[in-house]
């Protein structure tokens, strides 16, 4: 499985869970088969760091689009709630900053501390997917050598996303739901064969804000 087809499948994953809301106006059903895009786009955005380049084009192109993404995510958040978040692209920006310190850095104790302190960053500043999003794009790169360890880190580190809000708000039958959603991108990304497919350097740029974009208009029509 190529790069292309993992980005196609979480492209179209994506645009389900948000969708969803759009025409229920609420958590649905759709939103266990969202679960499916962002690890892949973690995965992704690991792969990129390694392969890219130029990684200052590279990281400047994630801003980019970042800034140009936002005024949509916003529109779109606001069919859920009032609170103030971050697009994905941030944290995309603060994983490959954690990437970066734990590459260059000597030692690496220090560098995964760092990248703990980036990840709370996430956390408090409501990047999309915070400190967890952080943390297994960070966990992709670290186990990019062993598809069995970067499986075994990221399935340890979903189940300590469940369990926080278990522990905080009590167990809902959603989170084991979610948890086991979250799970599938594994089978997907165990399947990536290192080759780069299709070029589509601007899809996933192009595609978030726009379809964030139809999805908000689609909610003031309907």
Known sequence: MSSFVLKIIAIITMFIDH???????????????????F????FQISEGYIH???????VFRLFIFALISQIPFMLFHSLLSTDFYLNIFFTLL????????????????????????????????H???????VAIILLFYIFKNSNIKSSIAFVLATIIHYLIPILKYGFY?????????TLIPVIFISLYNGKK???????????????LLLIYGIHLIK
Not at 173 to 181: K, N, R, V
Request: charged residues 15%; aromatic residues 26%.
């Open 197 to 211: 497919g299709k070029d589509t350097k601007y899809l996933l740029y192009l595609f978030y804000p726009i379809h």
């Open 52 to 58: 890219t380049r130029n990684l200052k084009k590279y």
């Open 94 to 125: 603060l994983g490959i900053a954690c990437i970066y310190i734990y590459h260059k850095s000597k030692y690496k104790s220090l560098s995964i501390i760092v990248s703990i302190l980036i990840g709370f960053i996430a956390e408090f500043t």
């Open 127 to 133: 990047c999309d997917y915070g400190f967890y999003g």
């Open 39 to 42: 690890p892949i786009f973690a």
């Open 19 to 37: 969708i969803g809301y759009a025409i229920f106006g609420h958590f649905s059903y759709f939103n266990y088969i969202g679960r499916i895009a």
């Open 173 to 181: 039958y959603q989170y084991l739901y979610l948890f086991f959603a």
